[in-house]
C-alpha cells in the first residue's frame, strides 16, 4: 500500500488543521492506520490511530480532546484533525499502514509510511 500525507501548512497557536492520508495500492491488506509525528532531534511520537473496518480509534492522553482521527471508507482516506493547537505540535506528521489489525502506538508495527506532511505551530 503507498500512503499520501497532505494538509500541513502553518498554523497559528490555537487554530486547527485537518490532515489526510489517501491510500493507494493494496489496500484490502491495512487494517490499521497511525499518525505519528516527528519534531527536530526527538523520537517519533504517536498521535492516533483507527482501525479501518470498525473505526476504533486511540489517542494518547496528552492530545485526546484535540486531536481526532478518523476515516472515508470509500475514499480510502484518513483524516487527523488537529485542534487548538500549540507551538510543541510542530512537527512532520507521518501515516503508516499496519495489517496485523492492532492498534499500536509503537512505529515498528507499521510496515508502510507516507513521506510526512510539515505542521508549523506559529506563536
Known amino acids: 500500500v503507498q500512503l499520501q500525507a497532505s494538509g500541513g501548512g502553518l498554523v497559528q497557536v490555537g487554530g486547527s488543521l485537518r490532515l489526510s492520508c489517501a491510500a493507494s495500492?493494496?489496500?484490502?491488506?491495512?487494517?490499521?492506520v497511525g499518525w505519528f509525528r516527528q519534531a527536530p532531534g526527538k523520537a517519533r511520537e504517536f498521535v492516533a490511530a483507527?482501525?479501518?473496518?470498525?473505526?476504533?480509534?486511540a489517542v494518547p492522553e496528552s492530545m485526546s480532546g484535540r486531536f481526532f482521527v478518523s476515516r472515508d471508507k470509500s475514499e480510502n482516506t484518513v483524516y487527523l484533525e488537529m485542534n487548538s493547537l500549540k507551538p510543541e505540535d510542530t512537527a512532520v506528521y507521518y501515516c503508516?499502514?499496519?495489517?496485523?489489525?492492532?492498534?499500536?502506538?509503537?512505529?515498528?508495527?507499521?510496515?508502510?509510511w507516507g513521506q510526512g506532511t510539515l505542521v508549523t505551530v506559529s506563536s
Open positions: 503508516a499502514a499496519s495489517e496485523d489489525g492492532i492498534i499500536s502506538r509503537s512505529p515498528v508495527r507499521y510496515t508502510s
Open positions: 495500492g493494496r489496500t484490502v491488506s491495512t487494517s490499521v
Open positions: 483507527i482501525r479501518l473496518a470498525t473505526g476504533s480509534t
